[in-house]
């Protein structure tokens, strides 16, 4: 049986409401099945002041101490982080089951969660984009791609 195409998002200590709303948007425009996030930030003022379209009704949002320990089954986990080494987004092939790990904005992903994320990959700009237009950039990306994944196109 074919592997069913899957996505999640998985925020490490996002830093307000209106990112983590914004990530919410953008997890339902692109049919993204949960997102889960860690520290406390976020939990000391949550009004999904940006999330419009009130997807937290139909994604869960879960706070989580650790996102390493939710890794849905038979999806590989991608950081998405500016280091050395991480391969570019246009190069890159999505898994078809990912949980793509994402930083705050204010920050990066430290190496304790990039040892563990099987790919990472980075948007080539010559700025920092803020945290919504990165998620929303690299779905759009697996998007765009569509049957363009590891396993092939899924006829029947």
Known sequence: MANKRY???????????ENVGSVMRAAGCYNVAS???????????RDFITDTKKVHQD???????????????GCIPVAVEMVEG??????????DRAIYIFGPEDGSLGKDVLEWCE??????????????????????????????????????
Request: hydrophobic residues 35%; proline residues 11%.
């Open 7 to 17: 996505s999640c998002i998985g925020l490490y200590n996002p830093k307000s409401p």
């Open 35 to 45: 997102v889960f996030y860690t520290g406390k930030r976020y939990e000391r003022a």
């Open 59 to 73: 994604i869960p949002l879960i706070g989580i101490d650790d996102l390493k320990k939710i890794i849905p089954l």
């Open 86 to 95: 991480a391969r570019p987004l246009p190069e890159y092939t999505h898994p």
């Open 119 to 156: 790919d990472v990959i980075y948007i080539p700009t010559t700025g920092c984009m803020n945290l919504a237009a990165t998620v929303n950039v690299v779905l759009y990306d697996r998007l765009a791609k569509g049957n363009n994944t590891r396993s092939g196109p899924k006829f029947g």
